[in-house]
């Protein structure tokens, strides 16, 4: 593995791993491999949650989502969760205080979904390449996004298998 180059973890449906990993955009997924994706909702005292818009370079550019990405080999979910966030946004939450709501199955990807529960002064740094903006909206607004089509197309699926869960885990006090 050099470096420069982003390599995954090959897991089962079940997310474990299988002991292979995969270089990132190389030809050719192994038929019946997942690799493991985490997301964040950070939530604050005043019930908001932050949506990050994916930056014009990116594919689905310009599209609404939760901070997140592919775990790294030999990275955690829960860890990948917490160091995606940092990078993205500049926002720091403990991987051990992160709530999984739940796992969405995609073709090739398992999606870990977590919220973490913050302050109300949080000072967000924005990764330049990867997000172009940022918002803290109501959990409704992101109901609105996504029947707008205003969130990044994966987030579609995603969020109409997950929402009932994370919307849950929103309205309950930690």
Not at 25 to 45: D, K, S, T, Y
Not at 106 to 124: C, K
Not at 155 to 165: E, G, Y
Request: a negative charge; aromatic letters at 8%.
């Amino acid at each position: 593995m050099s470096d420069g180059d982003e390599w995954w973890d090959i897991v089962d449906a079940g997310g474990t791993p299988t002991g292979a990993v995969f270089r990132r955009g190389a030809p050719q997924w192994p038929a019946g491999g997942f690799h493991l994706i985490a997301a964040v909702c950070v939530q604050r005292e005043d019930g908001t949650v932050l949506l990050t818009r994916r930056a014009a370079g990116k594919e689905f550019a310009f599209g609404w989502e939760f901070p997140g990405g592919s775990a790294l080999a030999g990275e955690s979910s829960r860890n990948a969760a917490s160091r995606e966030l940092r990078e993205e946004t500049g926002l720091d939450a403990e991987p051990s205080g992160l709530e999984l709501i739940g796992r969405f199955t995609e073709t090739s990807a398992l999606l870990d979904f977590y919220v973490a529960r913050a302050g109300p002064a949080l000072e967000v740094t924005l990764q330049a390449s990867e997000v172009m903006a940022t918002e803290w909206v109501a959990p409704e607004e992101v109901v609105r996004r996504l029947a707008a089509g205003a969130m990044a197309a994966p987030w579609a699926a995603r969020l109409n298998c997950l929402w009932p869960s994370i919307r849950h885990a929103l309205t309950r006090t930690p």
